[in-house]
C-alpha cells in the first residue's frame, strides 16, 4: 500500500542543536501532519499543513518549531534549538481526506 | 477539550479468546471514530472508521461500533491469534478540524500461542 518515508529512523543530537526530520509523503496526498510520541505514552498531535500553510497546531508546537515543504519535496519539521524534553519519537502522516491518515515508521530523537 | 479514553491499558489473552478493548470519547461536536494498530517500530495503521452513529467498522475480523448514546466505540474480535500481538489505539476527528486526530492512550495486547 502507500507508504509514507521517514529519514532518518534515529537521530541524536546534543542539546541546543538544531535537527529537520524528514518526511516522504504519499505522493497525490494534500494533508500532511506531525505526531510526538514519548516513550510509552500516546501520540499527540503537533501540526497540520495544507496548501504550504500550517492549518492548525498544538500547545506542544513550541515556536522553536517550524514545518515547511519546500517545492513539494520533503515535508520537514525543524526543531531549533532542541531541549531535552523534545526526545520522542516523531511520526509523520499524510492524507487525501478524512477518511484515513497514512503514518511513517518514525524517526526516534534523542537530545542528549 | 476533545478526548479519547481507553479502559484497558494491557490486555493478555490466549489464542481463540474473544477480545474487547473500551473506547470512550468526549467531543464539542459530532466525530468520526477510528481504530489505530501499531506493531512494534512502526507507525499507526488504520483498521477501520465509522462517522455516524450506530454504524459498524470492520477489518481483519476486528469490528466496533458507533455508539452516540454511551459514547463508545469499542473493539471486538471474536478469535484472536498470536498475529493480533500490537498496541490498538482509539481515536476521534472532527469535520472542519483539517483531518487531526485525537488519539487515546493505547492498549497493548498481548496472545499467547
Known amino acids: 500500500g502507500p507508504k509514507v518515508l521517514q529519514i532518518p529512523s534515529h537521530q541524536i543530537i546534543d542539546m541546543g542543536q538544531m535537527v529537520t526530520l524528514n518526511c516522504d509523503p504519499v505522493s497525490n496526498h494534500l494533508y500532511f501532519y506531525w505526531y510526538k510520541q514519548i516513550l510509552g505514552q500516546q501520540m499527540e498531535f503537533l501540526v497540520n499543513f495544507y496548501n504550504g500553510k500550517v492549518m492548525e497546531k498544538s500547545k506542544l508546537f513550541k515556536d522553536q518549531f517550524s514545518v515547511e515543504r519546500p517545492d513539494g519535496s520533503y515535508f520537514t519539521l525543524k526543531i531549533q534549538p532542541t531541549a531535552l524534553e523534545d526526545s520522542a519519537v516523531y511520526f509523520c502522516?499524510?492524507?487525501?481526506?478524512?477518511?484515513?491518515?497514512?503514518f511513517g515508521h518514525g524517526t526516534k530523537l534523542s537530545v542528549l | 477539550g476533545d478526548s479519547v479514553t481507553q479502559t484497558e491499558g494491557q490486555v493478555a489473552l490466549s489464542e481463540e479468546d474473544f477480545l474487547t478493548i473500551h473506547c470512550n470519547y468526549s467531543a464539542s461536536g459530532y466525530p468520526a471514530l477510528f481504530w489505530y494498530v501499531q506493531y512494534p517500530g512502526e507507525g499507526p495503521q488504520f483498521l477501520f472508521r465509522?462517522?455516524?452513529?450506530?454504524e459498524k467498522g470492520s477489518s481483519r475480523g476486528f469490528e466496533a461500533t458507533y455508539d452516540k448514546g454511551t459514547t463508545s466505540f469499542h473493539l471486538r474480535k471474536a478469535s484472536v491469534q498470536e498475529s493480533d500481538s500490537a498496541v490498538y489505539y482509539c481515536a476521534l476527528g472532527l469535520s472542519g478540524s483539517f483531518n487531526k486526530l485525537t488519539f487515546g492512550a493505547g492498549t497493548r495486547l498481548a496472545v499467547c500461542p
Open positions: 502522516a499524510s492524507s487525501v481526506t478524512n477518511e484515513r491518515l497514512f
Open positions: 465509522a462517522s455516524r452513529d450506530k
